[in-house]
């Protein structure tokens, strides 16, 4: 069945360094994958999308990259900063498209 | 921030005791999804409301019952309360059509069962 999961629970960086938080998912035939920032006290807000379709995508300081032969993913966030500070987790929809299936979470913290 | 907003904020009950969480979706969604979100884990799936009427189901027990207004706003009811079911209760909302539309999280109800 479908199943998202994560490598590491926390993950410490300095202020504008790199961050890189991986994901692992069991289902080949997965084909959409979300990453959601949670901060403290908020639900979780969409970051970044990718289709099965493609290996990477860009947003404004984050990249997607999505290997299929392994099922893995990995959410790239550049010249990290404090206010990135937050946990972050893979999500998969359902085939029906009306459920998200969530891993359980890497929080980042970022040292000034 | 979303549109999404949910009441009360937190909420203390004790065990055996009914409770009723309340959400008001982003304005054009008229889909309504419910997440339990337990502490240091990633949220799961209750129920998703669309047109009033339960749209999918995650593996939660029959007391997690929900209704869905001509509002789209939506109500989550938890009947005979246990320890485990203190967490986060997070509400969805999000546009049906087509394939998987983005679901905009409101900030969430903390429910703590004594």
Redesign the interface.
Known sequence: GESVGLHLPTLSVQEGDNSIINCAYSNSASD?F?WYKQES??????IIDIRSNMDKRQGQRVTVLLNKTVKHLSLQIAATQPGDSAVY?C?E??N??????????TRLMVKP | E?G?TQSPTHLIKTRGQQVTLRCSSQSGHN?V?W?QQAL??????IF?Y?REEE??R?NFPPRFSGLQFPNYSSELNVNALELDDSALY?C?SSL?EG??????????TRLTVL
Request: hydrophobic fraction near 30%.
């Open positions: 959409y979300i006290g908020k639900g979780p807000q969409f987790f999500a929809p359902n029906a498209g009306n459920m998200l299936t969530f891993g359980g979470g | 979303t999404v889909t999804s997440y240091g884990q990633g949220p799961q799936f998703q669309y749209n999918g995650g997070l969805a049906p394939a998987y539309n983005e679901q905009f999280f409101g900030p969430g």
